[in-house]
């Protein structure tokens, strides 16, 4: 199949170019979409990073599940949305985990009827316990452990707040939990 001249709508032809693997297709859906899809992630994750993420894991799922496309059923617009849905939802569910793992990694329970065992007096030198470590940790470590553990922000939120790159964010997290968990199982085996 000969690739097709970039036109400036979008039409069937192009649905059954991209549906017989031309790679032309692709880029012309990039360049038309990608705008609309990083717009929808945006207003969903309020985050221009994740938002770039996830515009550039919509068109890798396009691109690899081609196959799965069928011109007859669908346009391809219509079916990169459903796909961008699909990722946004995901990008939320991930940031959600992370959360949690977070808050379990500290043993601070999200569940408020968890916490109803422990006394007022266990709960508040536990926060205590958890503030002098967090600031042990120093700067920008104590800070960041601070809005995800109190704030409830995501890694994606937090890097934003303290401008800082995402990646930056995720690995200050990951040595910190791990410095915390340390400290803490010592505290606990001594104590």
Do not use: C
């Not at 691109?63 to 949305?81: E, G, Q």
């Amino acid at each position: 199949m000969a690739p097709f001249e970039a036109s400036s709508g979008w039409d069937a032809r192009l649905n059954e170019a991209f549906a017989a693997g031309d790679e032309t297709a692709l880029a012309e859906a990039y360049r038309q979409f990608a705008p609309l899809v990083h717009t929808l992630a945006l207003r969903s994750l309020r985050d221009n990073a994740a938002a770039d993420d996830v515009t550039q894991e919509v068109f890798i799922r396009v691109w690899r599940s081609r196959s799965a496309f069928d011109p007859a059923k669908a346009r391809l617009p219509a079916w990169i949305v459903g796909i961008t849905r699909n990722v946004i939802t995901d990008a939320q569910a991930a940031s959600v985990r992370e959360t949690r793992k977070v808050l379990a990694a500290v043993e601070l329970s999200p569940d408020p009827e968890q916490a109803a065992g422990h006394t007022a007096a266990e709960v508040l030198a536990d926060r205590l316990l958890l503030d002098g470590e967090l600031e042990r940790l120093g700067e920008p470590q104590g800070s960041i452990l601070k809005l995800a553990f109190y704030d409830d922000l995501t890694h994606s939120q937090i890097s934003q707040k303290l401008n800082l790159p995402l990646g930056t964010v995720k690995s200050h997290i990951r040595r910190s939990l791990s410095q915390l968990r340390t400290r803490l199982e010592v505290d606990r085996a001594t104590s």
